[in-house]
């Protein structure tokens, strides 16, 4: 049904000074609801079948402008609800009329997301998020500007920026993915309008760029794990780096939050903290072995990354970030001095995990290549899919 707006003198009420007060009805779904004009007239100069003053009314003139006025505000936000797609009552949209969003500045949004994702526990997006802020600081100076500034001139003028600074062209994507997001959600909050968006044109995707091999060989894999040190903390990132590798590429947050309840009928089952999807894999030798060798009973984590003393979501967050720090630091120095071909960090432990498991012939429905990446969620779809047993054999292949 649409929803239809108009002025009536509501006659039921009389005011101290025999006059009753003009109203806007909106209809919408054989529903009303009434808010005041803010003025009144005598029902004597009111023409109830037109719902308009009469000739001789008092102040007409200024009565018919205001009424046009109002109505003119309703019929320009329902016709921007309807071009939206967006369905309203007649309640939403006097609220959205008598209470109109305040015009939020580009930064005042920024730091209004960030704070939500902070009390939301999400850490790590927030942290993405604070980059491309204070990138935008610096480019543009300040961010008391609004979204209808940021147009596709801006848009280009920032990417150069960004080029001039020698950043990577995926970083650059990043950045302008999380500018997307915040023009989205001002969007949504009616803080600009949709024919302002700057994203039609500006395509994002052209900044893509295909990410640099990360995967390793079978046998590089063994140097790494063979690697001789009597440093401990460089045994220990040799040892994370192989306990990512035999156990699905699992990821070092992933690995950081184990505990012994995670281990379940010599398998190791856990939410993945990304995708929030259920894994489930048999635990190799090697890797109940490394467990054995970080086991402390003081300790309710299966490896020294976070301690029972760690409570809060933002130190927890701290303490992964230092030590995953830390732990690539070290792998990269093993990677120079055994020469392997990519720049060693833990990550390189998951894609050689999918790459190893694929040139040993296990079918890419079970792991993919691309496992990390835009697919990634597809992919995990696929290894829940299938039973305990055609994995287990696939795991076989890794050492």
């Known amino acids: 049904m ?30 009303r609801k009434y808010i005041s004009l803010g003025i009144s007239v005598n029902p004597a100069y009111w023409d109830f079948n037109r719902n308009a003053p009469k000739p001789q009314c008092p102040n007409k003139e200024y009565i018919d402008s205001l009424i046009a006025q109002k109505v003119q505000e309703y ?3 329902i016709i921007e609800l309807k071009s939206m797609s967006r369905d309203f009552t007649a309640t939403s949209l006097v609220e959205k009329v008598s209470k109109p969003n305040k015009v939020k500045t580009v930064g005042e949004v920024f730091v209004e997301q960030m704070n939500l994702l902070k009390q939301a526990q999400k850490l790590s997006y927030m942290l993405s998020i604070q980059q491309t802020y204070n990138s935008l600081l610096e480019f543009n100076k300040h961010l008391n500007i609004y979204f209808v500034d940021i147009d596709v001139s801006w848009l280009k003028r920032y990417e150069a920026w960004l080029r001039k600074q020698g950043l990577a062209s995926n970083t650059i994507k990043g950045k302008f993915v999380d500018i997307r997001t915040m023009y989205n959600i001002a969007i949504d909050e009616n803080i600009v309008k949709v024919e302002h968006y700057p994203f039609r044109k500006f395509k994002i995707a052209k900044l893509q760029q295909e990410t640099a091999k990360r995967a390793i060989s079978k046998e590089d894999i063994s140097r790494i794990i063979e690697y001789k040190t009597d440093n401990p903390l460089v045994q220990f990132a040799i040892d994370i780096f192989t306990f990512s590798y035999i156990m699905g590429g699992i990821n070092f947050v992933d690995i950081s939050t184990l505990t012994k309840e995670n281990m379940m009928d010599n398998r190791l089952v856990y939410i993945r903290h990304k995708t929030k999807k259920l894994i489930q894999l048999p635990l190799q030798d090697k890797a109940i072995e490394l467990i054995e060798k970080y086991h402390d009973d003081g300790n309710p984590y299966l490896f020294p990354i976070l301690k029972a003393y760690h409570k809060t979501e933002q130190q927890k967050f701290n303490r992964v970030h230092k030590i995953i720090s830390n732990v690539n630091n070290r792998l990269k120095k093993i990677g120079k001095d055994l020469e392997i071909p990519v720049t060693l960090t833990t990550y390189v432990a998951r ?28 992919t995990q779809v696929y290894l829940d899919s299938f039973g305990n047993e055609q994995m287990d054999e696939a795991m076989k292949n890794l050492l």
Do not use: F, W
């Not at 012939?361 to 496992?371: F, R």
């Open 2 to 31: 649409n929803a239809t707006v108009n002025v009536i003198c509501y006659k039921s009420k009389v005011l101290k000074n025999n006059e009753s007060p003009l109203m806007v009805r909106v209809c919408k779904d054989r529903k």
């Open 75 to 77: 019929s320009a936000q």
């Open 351 to 378: 894609h050689s995990h999918a790459t190893v498991l694929k040139k040993a012939g296990v079918a890419t429905s079970i792991i993919s290549e691309s496992l990390g990446h835009s697919s990634e969620k597809i």
